[in-house]
């Protein structure tokens, strides 16, 4: 086994002899004459997150089975495992069930509150008014975690079973074998300055070169969306649509405190045109998690997720649960799939796989998604077993056998159930259609119907924001400390921190072009046409359009400054900017969030 040690010390002896000649000190970096350090493994999993661990571990466990011995790596972009990981969250615990029978035997499992109650309510701008939930939304047998912790401690079982988990190695590229089938993948650069110079402690990203190659990167992960767009992957599937999810983290007061209760909530502060809704789930240790979400198919160009969010928390209902002696301890976002079964991609291509929200397997009727995840890489882990257990072959790795599984799995049958919600929405029913046709189903049809809504005009999330001049623009309330604060107060409970002279990593990036003109258009269309809705939309104040009529690369006075620093790897951006030309790419391995209790 290479250990992470070993690695590292590998790629620096490398370096020393690469970094030999004086000639290459803040050269430019050119990727096409660079050296890199290659090593061969079985198996390469992109993201160390519940799908990706998932796979690593049953792998291992097959491993066992069948007596073959598999070298399984693990890559993940995040300083520790865990660390880039937020979610609600509520697990339903069926897939673990599966993967680890004796998990609630552990002594440090982190699934230590039991869901003992579930409500509903829909909010006025005053009044919390109670209503039946769908059974879909019922939490019996569940848990109510940090999927942070969860991840974490998968992270230990899988590398207690000898897989390599390598946390700061975020996996940059794909690598490709001479037939354009994908030969493994290759981590990020690390050194390079902001110009894409090469500084005295350049490192050059590393192949791992694997007989099959999984990618769980999460919604919306650069590496998919490059297969998906090279491999047609979508060309039977609807477009995957998204929400952004903005969550925080309080102490509350112990007279607020009630263990285990899962409470969902819809209305204000949202409109009747924007899809979403907020939650509060009451965590062990006193805490509860709270937050919101945004379907980023909204329309208004002047809505900031995450002022909705601070305004929602000064209603009646959120002002008293917050009230007394309450800490806001934590605060994330973190965009997630909501397109459903009609959204899934072809799941294979040559030379490996998507698993998870790589593919996108949410339950957005459950609200709810790392069971499907976590089964996902189990059965791509059975499939790629039954792969390795072949021999030695020419061609490249055929995975159809794990999307043939998947569709006879009980994910396909969860998802094939609540099918119709969400996408009810984008029918000529509207808003208010929508919500009634969710009730019927969830509650007497239950997917047993002989239509499936598709959307047929293929819109985008980003397709579906509308011109500025259509909408007058939001007032948001003033920040109210410590109910509401503004956003870079927020955003130190995220511990994110990128080097500063880095390439910034979110590019003004279309059909491959990236320049001056590029980027002018992209001001010219921003703040003429939507107000500049970026620097609204991002929950970490990565984007500003500001005055400044010298640059060349601005418009009518205006250019577009990227903080990436702030960026918390939450891929609004990349989804919802109308004009399609911002690219989110892997920073240096090790950058981003710190997420620890999220």
Same mark, same amino acid.
């Given at each position: 086994m290479l250990t992470r040690t070993v690695l590292r010390t590998r790629i620096l002896n490398f370096n020393r002899l690469f970094h030999s000649s004086s000639c290459i000190n803040r050269q430019l970096f050119d990727s096409?004459?660079?050296?890199?350090?290659?090593?061969?493994?079985?198996?390469?999993?992109?993201?160390?997150?519940?799908?990706?661990? =998932?796979?690593?571990?049953?792998?291992?466990?097959?491993?066992?089975?069948?007596?073959?011995?598999?070298?399984?790596?693990?890559?993940?972009?995040?300083?520790?495992?865990?660390?880039?990981?937020?979610?609600?969250?509520?697990?339903?615990?069926?897939?673990?069930?599966?993967?680890?029978?004796?998990?609630?035997?552990? =002594?440090?499992?982190?699934?230590? !509150?039991?869901?003992?109650?579930?409500?509903?309510?829909?909010?006025?701008? =005053?009044?919390?008014?109670?209503?039946?939930?769908?059974?879909?939304?019922?939490?019996?047998?569940? $848990?109510?975690?940090?999927?942070?912790?969860?991840?974490?401690?998968?992270?230990?079982?899988?590398?207690?079973? #000898?897989? @390599?988990?390598?946390? #700061?190695?975020? #996996?940059?590229?794909?690598? $490709?074998?001479?037939?354009? =089938?994908?030969?493994?993948?290759?981590?990020?650069?690390?050194?390079?300055?902001?110009?894409?110079?090469?500084?005295?402690?350049?490192?050059?990203?590393? @192949?791992?070169?694997?007989?099959?190659?999984?990618?769980? @990167?999460?919604?919306?992960?650069?590496?998919?969306?490059?297969?998906? !767009?090279?491999?047609?992957?979508?060309?039977?599937?609807?477009? !995957?649509? $998204? #929400?952004?999810g903005i969550k925080e983290i309080w102490r509350v007061d112990p007279s607020k405190y009630r263990p285990g209760e899962v409470v969902h909530t819809m209305g204000w502060p949202l409109d009747f045109r924007t899809y979403g809704g907020g939650w509060v789930y009451h965590m062990a240790d006193g805490l509860v998690s709270l937050g919101l979400v945004i379907g980023l198919d909204y329309a208004n160009p002047y809505l900031s997720p995450y002022k909705e969010f601070q305004r929602m928390k000064h209603h009646p209902y959120f002002a008293q649960l917050l009230s007394g002696n309450s800490t806001r301890i934590g605060y994330g976002g973190r965009s997630l799939n909501e397109g459903g079964l009609q959204s899934v991609p072809q799941l294979y291509f040559p030379g490996g796989a998507l698993v998870g929200c790589s593919a996108g397997f949410v339950n957005i009727a459950k609200i709810k998604g790392t069971h499907n995840a976590m089964k996902s890489g189990m059965l791509a882990a059975e499939a790629a077993a039954a792969v390795l257990a072949q021999g030695s072959s020419s061609e490249p790795a055929d995975m159809s056998q794990y999307e043939i599984a998947l569709k006879n799995s009980w994910v396909w049958s969860d998802l094939s159930e609540v099918r119709n919600l969400r996408e009810s929405f984008h029918t000529p029913l509207g808003i208010w259609g929508g919500i009634i046709y969710s009730g019927v189903d969830s509650l007497l049809l239950k997917g047993r119907t002989p239509w499936t809504f598709r959307n047929r005009t293929r819109l985008t999330d980003a397709q579906h924001t509308q011109p500025a001049y259509r909408f007058r623009p939001i007032k948001y309330p003033p920040p109210q400390p410590p109910l509401s604060t503004d956003l870079l107060t927020s955003l130190t409970l995220t511990g994110t921190n990128h080097a500063e002279d880095q390439p910034v990593h979110l590019r003004v990036r279309k059909d491959g072009i990236e320049d001056t003109t590029l980027r002018k258009l992209h001001v010219q269309r921003n703040v003429s046409e939507y107000a500049g809705l970026l620097q609204r939309a991002c929950p970490a104040g990565v984007y500003e359009y500001v005055e400044d009529g010298t640059t060349a690369d601005g418009w009518n006075g205006h250019k577009l400054v990227i903080n990436s620093q702030n960026c918390i790897h939450c891929k609004l951006c990349d989804i919802k900017v109308p004009t399609q030309d911002i690219t989110w790419t892997v920073p240096e391995g090790g950058g981003g969030p710190k997420y620890t209790i999220t």
């Amino acid at each position: 086994m290479l250990t992470r040690t070993v690695l590292r010390t590998r790629i620096l002896n490398f370096n020393r002899l690469f970094h030999s000649s004086s000639c290459i000190n803040r050269q430019l970096f050119d990727s096409s004459t660079v050296e890199r350090v290659s090593e061969d493994v079985d198996v390469c999993i992109v993201g160390a997150g519940p799908a990706g661990l =998932s796979t690593a571990i049953r792998l291992k466990q097959l491993e066992q089975e069948l007596g073959k011995e598999f070298r399984v790596v693990v890559l993940e972009k995040g300083a520790e495992v865990g660390s880039h990981i937020l979610s609600g969250a509520v697990i339903e615990p069926r897939a673990l069930d599966e993967l680890l029978p004796d998990w609630a035997l552990r =002594s440090d499992n982190p699934l230590t !509150q039991a869901a003992t109650s579930s409500h509903m309510r829909f909010l006025t701008k =005053s009044l919390s008014i109670p209503i039946p939930h769908p059974p879909q939304m019922s939490n019996q047998g569940n $848990y109510i975690v940090s999927l942070s912790r969860f991840t974490a401690w998968l992270g230990n079982i899988a590398e207690e079973m #000898g897989v @390599e988990v390598y946390p #700061g190695f975020a #996996g940059a590229g794909v690598v $490709y074998a001479d037939d354009g =089938s994908v030969a493994g993948v290759r981590t990020n650069e690390v050194g390079l300055d902001r110009l894409g110079c090469m500084k005295e402690s350049f490192e050059p990203g590393m @192949e791992f070169r694997a007989k099959v190659t999984l990618i769980a @990167e999460g919604a919306h992960g650069s590496i998919a969306k490059e297969l998906i !767009q090279k491999f047609d992957l979508r060309q039977n599937s609807d477009p !995957q649509t $998204y #929400g952004i999810g903005i969550k925080e983290i309080w102490r509350v007061d112990p007279s607020k405190y009630r263990p285990g209760e899962v409470v969902h909530t819809m209305g204000w502060p949202l409109d009747f045109r924007t899809y979403g809704g907020g939650w509060v789930y009451h965590m062990a240790d006193g805490l509860v998690s709270l937050g919101l979400v945004i379907g980023l198919d909204y329309a208004n160009p002047y809505l900031s997720p995450y002022k909705e969010f601070q305004r929602m928390k000064h209603h009646p209902y959120f002002a008293q649960l917050l009230s007394g002696n309450s800490t806001r301890i934590g605060y994330g976002g973190r965009s997630l799939n909501e397109g459903g079964l009609q959204s899934v991609p072809q799941l294979y291509f040559p030379g490996g796989a998507l698993v998870g929200c790589s593919a996108g397997f949410v339950n957005i009727a459950k609200i709810k998604g790392t069971h499907n995840a976590m089964k996902s890489g189990m059965l791509a882990a059975e499939a790629a077993a039954a792969v390795l257990a072949q021999g030695s072959s020419s061609e490249p790795a055929d995975m159809s056998q794990y999307e043939i599984a998947l569709k006879n799995s009980w994910v396909w049958s969860d998802l094939s159930e609540v099918r119709n919600l969400r996408e009810s929405f984008h029918t000529p029913l509207g808003i208010w259609g929508g919500i009634i046709y969710s009730g019927v189903d969830s509650l007497l049809l239950k997917g047993r119907t002989p239509w499936t809504f598709r959307n047929r005009t293929r819109l985008t999330d980003a397709q579906h924001t509308q011109p500025a001049y259509r909408f007058r623009p939001i007032k948001y309330p003033p920040p109210q400390p410590p109910l509401s604060t503004d956003l870079l107060t927020s955003l130190t409970l995220t511990g994110t921190n990128h080097a500063e002279d880095q390439p910034v990593h979110l590019r003004v990036r279309k059909d491959g072009i990236e320049d001056t003109t590029l980027r002018k258009l992209h001001v010219q269309r921003n703040v003429s046409e939507y107000a500049g809705l970026l620097q609204r939309a991002c929950p970490a104040g990565v984007y500003e359009y500001v005055e400044d009529g010298t640059t060349a690369d601005g418009w009518n006075g205006h250019k577009l400054v990227i903080n990436s620093q702030n960026c918390i790897h939450c891929k609004l951006c990349d989804i919802k900017v109308p004009t399609q030309d911002i690219t989110w790419t892997v920073p240096e391995g090790g950058g981003g969030p710190k997420y620890t209790i999220t």
